[in-house]
């Protein structure tokens, strides 16, 4: 098996340099933009019906991984980043926390709904394949049916907070799986999309930091926070914390500051920082994020942009 070469950068092709990077520069945009309307679309449509919405959804991802599947991968990840901030712009129109927790899956629908269009493609000819991809494919599907029969049982017993897991743990599965059909099937070039991905993370985060109050008014957070956590008069989750700590909360920023490097061991030492929770709106899950991106920067040898991810996660 061939797997086409890793690019590390916007272009190092043969031509003259500045037409390499505008072609480059065209080919990030348009995926950027069709990322963008695969992900916002269906939220979009998912307001007026939510059948629609999942329609929606089944249909660009099934379109986008058949003619794109390039495209396919840059979407998937930029789901997982910006689908909670178009969620959250949207959620004045969401009435429910029922309703809230189906609109946040989309992003997961898209990456089965991909993983399946490329896996019947995959299995129609799976005997012209290199021998050594089978291999990997036979050894990661066996994982994602234990996870599958793990699942079940979670589900019989903890409900729907079994779901959860299985997004965590299968995600990365299906993502390898994806990636690497599509890369030993042809050659793709995703860094410049990827790049313009980084570059949008760090400009959220930064305005998160320097603007937290105007980001959290222009993206709506309030309302976004108040489906997630859910009326204080049903979670008692404010009193919770208020009796164990002795701390009140009165505004949703209150909810956002931790001890240092959130451990107990140094909360002695009394410096409070603020959580940055990004542009999909969980502090974990972006810290995560930043240091994919400090990895992949790194790989490419851009140390400066990778000290930047590192810094801000």
Not at 66 to 94: D, K, R, Y
Request: aromatic letters at 12%.
């Amino acid at each position: 098996m061939q797997i086409p070469q890793v690019d590390r950068g916007f272009s190092d092709r043969s031509g003259p340099a500045t037409g390499c990077f505008i072609r480059d520069l065209e080919v990030a945009v348009l995926t950027l933009v069709a990322a963008s309307v695969m992900v916002a679309f269906p939220i979009t449509a998912h307001i007026v019906n939510p059948l629609l919405g999942i329609l929606t959804v089944l249909l660009l991802a099934t379109i986008c991984a058949i003619v794109a599947p390039g495209v396919a991968i840059v979407t998937i990840l930029a789901s997982f980043m910006f689908q909670n901030l178009v969620v959250s712009l949207v959620s004045n129109w969401v009435h429910s926390k029922a309703e809230f927790d189906v609109i946040r899956a989309y992003n997961f629908l898209i990456l089965c709904t991909c993983w399946l269009t490329i896996a019947i493609r995959f299995l129609m000819n799976w005997r012209t394949k290199p021998g050594n991809i089978v291999i990997f494919l036979k050894v990661t599907t066996a994982a994602l049916t234990a996870i599958g029969v793990y699942f079940v049982v979670g589900f019989a017993l903890y409900g729907t907070a079994a779901i959860v897991n299985l997004r965590n743990i299968a995600m990365p599965l299906l993502l390898f799986q994806i990636c690497l059909v599509v890369f030993a099937e042809r050659p793709v070039r995703i860094t410049p999309a990827l790049t313009g991905l980084g570059i949008s993370v760090i400009f959220c985060a930064i305005t998160e930091v320097l603007f937290r109050d105007q980001w959290l008014t222009y993206t709506n957070s309030e309302k976004y926070w108040s489906l997630f956590n859910g009326p204080n008069w049903a979670t008692l989750q404010l009193d919770e914390h208020a009796r164990k700590t002795g701390e009140v909360i009165t505004t949703l920023t209150d909810t956002f500051r931790i001890s240092f490097f959130n451990s107990p061991l140094l909360s002695d030492i009394g410096v409070p920082v603020m959580r940055i929770f990004g542009p999909n709106m969980h502090a974990i899950s972006f810290a995560y994020c930043l240091i994919m991106f400090a990895i992949f920067t790194l790989y490419r040898g851009r140390l400066l942009q990778a000290t930047v991810f590192i810094a801000l996660a």
